[in-house]
């Protein structure tokens, strides 16, 4: 899944007006939100932290980055926007929103030495993203120390009146409406672990050859990468890493592995 396929969960629970998804906190990872920022009189917009998720290995391969989108207020992103990553009292480092749309945004690389904060840079006031770092344990294949990477999406959002403001806080601290009911275990269970499900389609070519070739289980998404300035695209399986040149589909390899 490509990271802005990510923004439908966001916006939806923005929508419902449930907590927003940040998955990130384990890591600590944490939003300075609007009441913790200066805000001027008369400004009616500000930056809001819609989406905060920590990358999974396959969806890494081992980069280390903060990945950021910027939406307007109909989930539009906004191309030329801008972001800024500080870090204690190092000159503060830029980005630009410019990349397809198949991509996030933009990004800022991480160092293991990193503990960031990102933020909008922009007139209206941004909610910030603090305690960005990549030196975190080894997890899985594309999460070892040192390379783990943040999705981050900001959106331009009404500020909230003080009646609104209050409402929020009020179901924030009792754990949402008082006439909601809990999930049960197993809607939980099945809410936890639909991020991690690696999407199937049999039609696909690199599923055809792994079943013909009895490769055994898929143990990643397909993903892409560049060689020697050369696009391609793999899929591991349990016996073997499928791949193929991007627009090659006719040749596609199989490089055999054992677990």
Not at 21 to 44: D, M, Q
Not at 153 to 168: A, G, M, S, Y
């Amino acid at each position: 899944m490509a990271l802005p396929d990510y923004n439908r969960t966001f916006l939806a629970k923005v929508m419902s007006k449930e907590p927003i998804f940040h998955n990130a906190e384990r890591y600590g990872v944490a939003i300075k939100k609007l009441h913790e920022i200066s805000v001027p009189l008369g400004v009616e917009k500000y930056w809001r932290v819609v989406g905060v998720h920590h990358l999974t290995g396959s969806e890494n391969m081992g980069n280390h980055h903060v990945f950021c989108d910027i939406l307007d207020e109909n989930g539009r992103r906004i191309n030329g926007s801008r972001l800024v990553l500080t870090q204690g009292n190092t000159s503060p480092v830029f980005a630009v929103v410019d990349k397809p749309a198949n991509e996030a945004g933009t990004n800022f690389p991480m160092w293991s030495s990193t503990r960031a904060t990102v933020a909008v840079d922009d007139a209206l006031p941004s909610e910030r993203v603090t305690g960005l770092r990549s030196d975190h344990a080894d997890e899985e294949v594309g999460n070892t120390w040192g390379h783990h990477s943040f999705y981050i999406v900001f959106q331009r959002t009404l500020i909230p009146t003080e009646d609104e403001n209050e409402t929020e806080e009020q179901e924030n601290e009792s754990g949402g409406e008082a006439n909601e009911l809990p999930l049960s275990l197993e809607e939980t269970v099945a809410l936890v672990g639909q991020p991690l499900i690696i999407p199937l389609n049999p039609a696909a070519g690199f599923y055809k050859i792994a079943k013909q070739q009895n490769l055994g289980e898929r143990l990643t998404k397909e993903y892409d990468l560049e060689y020697e300035s050369r696009k391609f695209r793999a899929q591991i399986f349990e016996k073997g890493i499928v791949y193929a040149e991007v627009g090659d589909w006719g040749n596609i390899k199989i490089i055999p592995r054992t677990n």
